[in-house]
């Protein structure tokens, strides 16, 4: 699979990562060496396969709906890189 | 006095009941070596309080009210929360990340008496093979200090292969303390995917990732690990089974063991000694009346391929919470919401991260996820498929743990050839069972593993065998 360098940009911006135009030539060699890679998976015919996305049969052991902590806002607060009254900041979302 | 770090974990938890030496001396022992041994770069931070938890670990044992490890001191993999300490991941996103809570790992060691000594360095966000992700900088092999102790779990294994703690924990999503035990000359142990809980482990791929141990030989292991384990309401793929006894059950003598040998993967391994090392470890076994059996496990060449979708799949999804606003780095100057997140992510996370999250993303995107995603799925079920076929016929699989010794820091550059570090290991984690690496000798003065593979929840079977190999060899005591 070939990565455009629009792939790029799209991947880029739905992952919200910001890529230095400099390294990209070398970005898109070694995202392209590793799909080179992922599609060895060509070889295996696997229709009527079920796909397996978790290992366990038995997961999901959900616990009783009980509130089992209070609510330590501050605390958890206390590292987040601004926060104003109880709320985080961001830059101003609507003008 | 002698080196007191040289002892097994059973001899210092005897050393210690028998008030031979105090936890407070084990403990001062240990950081006098962690300071000595900086250069190895092993610990990301130190524990302050590490004394004052060995102080009241020597209150109890004189009350003879010691918990099952009080007085032990070991180390935590960076990636395990520990309540008002540092947890960073080895990432620069998380430099400055104090933890509001604490991992169940922590806590299970906490309540069994263990001292932390401190956190060790990693691959960052586990993505890595040979420590030099770290933000914090690479981890020296104390085997040889110009080579890598492996990775992600780097830290952990320098740590204990130059006796700087008792034992130490570590996750494993592809191989990540199998490999660095078998670099480093010790024994790491992966159990079965749901035995030790997730809680407060930092996630890089959920439906991968492991917590385990390493340890000077399989006996420690098993008593670590018995120590680790156990259902965990707050981790929802916790598995809700009894853990049995693993430090008896390793020392059981009369277990019978058939090991599956796969030809199919034995005949391709490329370096002749790595796979002379495997036949006389095969040799051990059998001199110690263990039977073996050639089996044929198949498609697992498709393993590195369904790894490399599957786990940046889900550490795409995983890693999207570090977005700046609410814990972890944040870009100076944000001029809107898109920057802030653009910036503070291509500026916390290092380049082999960020590689993993643009390929998850790809490959999870509109028009990609049929071909990659759910085609990595359905191998992956074919994988599991294969193992459970081979379990009809024995007891657990051989392997070796990694194609190769270790390697020197910055010779390998290409990503993919990174990635073939774990062909070996990785079929375990695809399929969620458990698995040990354990020293099988040495090529050049640097060390090899072999690896052992076992149905769900059959560590204590693992451990056993490892400990039938560990009484017939001496790899683990050189």
Not at chain 2, 362 to 374: K, M, W
Request: charge should be negative.
């Amino acid at each position: 699979m070939k990565i455009s360098e629009e792939i790029l940009n799209n991947i880029s911006s739905l992952s919200k990562i910001r890529i230095d135009e400099k390294i990209k030539p070398d970005l898109i060699k070694d995202l392209e060496s590793i799909l080179k890679m992922v599609e060895e998976m060509n070889k295996i015919d696997t229709s009527g396969i079920e796909p397996m996305s978790h290992p366990l049969d038995e997961a999901d052991n959900l616990r009783k709906d009980e509130a089992t902590d209070e609510i330590r806002r501050d605390e958890y607060q206390k590292f987040a890189p601004q926060t104003d009254d109880g709320f985080y900041l961001t830059p101003k979302v609507i003008e | 006095m002698e080196d007191l770090s040289k002892l097994s974990l059973v001899e210092q938890i005897n050393g210690l009941k028998l008030k031979k030496f105090s936890s407070m001396e084990l403990t001062e022992f240990y950081l006098n070596k962690i300071d000595q041994e900086k250069v190895l770069n092993s610990f990301i931070s130190l524990n302050e309080n590490a004394l004052t938890e060995a102080k009241k670990s020597d209150e109890k044992i004189a009350k003879n009210k010691n918990s099952s490890l009080e007085g032990i001191p070991i180390a935590h993999k960076d990636i395990f929360c520990i309540k008002d300490q540092k947890t960073t991941c080895g990432s620069k996103m998380l430099e400055n990340f104090i933890s509001p809570y604490s991992s169940t790992v922590y806590e299970k060691l906490s309540n069994s008496g263990t001292v932390n000594l401190g956190k060790t360095n990693m691959d960052e966000f586990a993505m890595g093979s040979s420590n030099e992700t770290s933000f914090f900088g690479s981890v020296l092999n104390p085997i040889d200090p110009e080579r890598v102790p492996g990775g992600s779990s780097g830290g952990s294994a320098s740590a204990v292969a130059a006796n700087l703690c008792s034992f130490a924990t570590g996750t494993d999503t592809g191989g990540s303390i199998r490999q660095p035990a078998a670099f480093c000359g010790i024994t790491g142990i992966k159990p079965t995917y749901g035995r030790v809980s997730r809680w407060g482990m930092i996630a890089f791929a959920s439906s991968l990732d492991q917590g385990g141990i390493f340890a000077k030989n399989a006996l420690d292991a098993a008593l670590a690990l018995e120590n680790i384990a156990g259902f965990d309401e707050k981790d929802s793929t916790s598995i809700n089974k009894k853990v049995p006894p693993f430090f008896d059950q390793a020392k059981l003598k009369d277990k019978e063991h058939i090991v599956g040998i796969p030809k199919n993967i034995i005949e391709d391994i490329k370096d002749e000694k790595v796979k002379n090392n495997f036949y006389e470890s095969i040799d051990i076994l059998k001199k110690s009346g263990v039977k073996v059996k050639e089996i044929d496990l198949k498609n697992i060449q498709y393993s590195l391929p369904v790894y490399y979708v599957i786990a940046p799949a889900e550490c795409s999804a995983n890693l999207s919470r570090y977005d700046g606003v609410r814990f972890g780095h944040r870009c100076d100057n944000p001029k809107d919401l898109d920057d802030l997140y653009e910036r503070s992510r291509a500026e916390g996370f290092g380049e082999e991260v960020k590689k993993r999250i643009l390929i998850g993303t790809y490959c999870l995107s509109a028009g990609y996820y049929d071909a990659y995603y759910l085609k990595a799925q359905k191998i992956r079920n074919l994988i599991k498929q294969s193992f459970m076929d081979a379990f009809k016929e024995v007891t657990s699989i051989m392997m070796p743990t990694c194609a190769n010794v270790s390697f020197k820091l910055n010779s390998i550059q290409n990503p993919v050839e990174m990635y073939e570090q774990d062909i070996y290991t990785i079929p375990a984690n695809l399929a969620g069972l458990p698995a040990i690496s354990i020293p099988s000798g040495k090529i050049n003065k640097l060390p090899l593993g072999i690896q052992f593979i076992g149905n769900y929840l059959e560590e204590g079977n693992l451990l056993n065998l490892s400990n039938k190999f560990q009484q017939n060899s001496d790899f683990h005591n050189e």
